[in-house]
């Protein structure tokens, strides 16, 4: 079983920048496809931005472009997402999902766009960004 732990959600002003993280804990697997989601009151969990499993294939909402940058560590698959320009829109709880994949593989719209490709899931951790 894979189990994932975010941290670095906090609260900050309209420019400001964060820098999330999520730990696997534990996975038996070698490859795992990542990607991170955001959820806030009356909104469905909307997909971010995600990653293959060797970090070569990315994808990024439109409404994130160019303002967050999503890498991972390929040996202990920790998964990061820069995120700079932060405006009040961003706020939300962040989770951090993850699928086991093959290497070589490509991000496709669907592992962007939907939460039904992960079976791993954190806990999410708030973010906040007052105007």
């Known amino acids: 079983d894979v189990q994932l732990a975010e941290s670095g959600g906090a609260s900050v002003e309209t420019g400001g920048s964060l820098r999330l993280v999520c730990e696997v804990v534990r996975s038996p697997f070698k490859g795992l496809t990542m990607a991170w989601f955001r959820q806030n009151m009356n909104r469905e969990r909307e997909g971010v931005a995600a990653?293959?499993?060797?970090?070569?294939?990315?994808k990024y909402a439109d409404s994130v472009k160019g303002r967050f940058t999503i890498s991972k560590d390929l040996v202990t698959h920790t998964l990061y997402l820069q995120m700079d320009n932060l405006q009040p829109e961003d706020t939300g709880i962040y989770y951090c999902?993850?699928?086991?994949?093959?290497?070589?593989?490509?991000?496709?719209?669907?592992?962007?766009?939907?939460?039904?490709?992960?079976?791993?899931w954190g806990q999410g951790t708030q973010v906040t960004v007052s105007s």
């Open positions: 990653v293959d499993s060797d970090g070569t294939s990315v």
């Open positions: 999902a993850a699928t086991p994949s093959y290497l070589g593989g490509r991000v496709t719209g669907r592992q962007l766009a939907s939460p039904e490709p992960y079976q791993y």
